[in-house]
Antibody
Framework: VQLVESGGGLVQPGKSLKLSCSAS????????MHWIRQAPGKGLDWVAY???????VYADAVKGRFTISRDNAKNTLYLQLNSLKSEDTAIYYC????????????WGQGVMVTVSS | DIQMTQSPASLSASLGETVTIECLAS??????LAWYQQKPGKSPQLLIY???SLHTGVPSRFSGSGSGTQYSLKINSLQPEDFASYYC?????????FGSGTKLEIK
């Protein structure tokens, strides 16, 4: 199992960014996937979930601003980040759900998003 | 939202010692709880799920226990690779909340 995030970088407040997570080593279409973030020096903060059938759930802090999606043909998970705020600055990890449960058994290496003017 | 209160925030211990980390949920989470280990600069790794089930490949010196709102992670005979940060996580319902973490350092 391998998860590789990309698309991070420095962005101004109010702007947008799209993160990708390329999956391999398992049947991507069969698993729900999550995005979890970690602000510098802080703890873990769950962001969003997409089921194998593309149902979605969001944390209140990002609802209406972030959109999780998936392309099973490309084995890729996405997170569209709009209306970014300084408090969105964090390492963003994609993670696989553990066999239909709300746990995370494989994580990517993470991608840094910095929101600053 | 279910709040997860983890203690202590930091812990200093010696090689070979046994340590326990506690996690208190704001409501009954029916053992739907996980523990993760995170080393500096690395992604978290799943250690324990369903409060007491050891994830594949995790050494048996790690164990989890608890029920209702109170849970704990115990590490027996600390090894050098165990010095890391540990997080509990509510898996019962969204939002999937984490404890604030425990940093385990070498004494």
């Amino acid at each position: 199992v391998q998860l590789v995030e990309s698309g991070g970088g420095l962005v101004q407040p109010g702007k947008s960014l799209k993160l990708s997570c390329s999956a391999s080593g398992f049947t991507f279409s069969s698993y729900g996937m999550h995005w979890i973030r970690q602000a510098p020096g802080k703890g873990l903060d769950w962001v969003a979930y997409i089921s194998s059938s593309s149902g979605t759930v969001y944390a209140d802090a990002v609802k209406g601003r972030f959109t999780i999606s998936r392309d099973n043909a490309k084995n890729t998970l996405y997170l569209q980040l709009n209306s970014l705020k300084s408090e969105d600055t964090a390492i963003y990890y994609c993670a696989r759900e553990y066999y239909g449960y709300n746990y995370f058994d494989y994580w990517g290496q993470g991608v840094m998003v910095t929101v600053s003017s | 939202d279910i709040q997860m209160t983890q203690s202590p925030a930091s812990l200093s211990a010696s090689l070979g010692e046994t340590v326990t980390i506690e996690c208190l949920a704001s409501e009954d989470i029916y053992d739907i709880l996980a523990w993760y280990q995170q080393k500096p600069g690395k992604s978290p790794q799943l250690l324990i799920y369903d409060a007491s089930s050891l994830h594949t490949g995790v050494p048996s010196r790690f164990s989890g226990s608890g029920s209702g709102t109170q849970y704990s992670l115990k590490i027996n005979s600390l090894q050098p690779e165990d010095f890391a940060s540990y997080y509990c996580q509510n898996g019962l319902s969204a939002p999937l909340t984490f404890g604030s973490g425990t940093k385990l350092e070498i004494k």
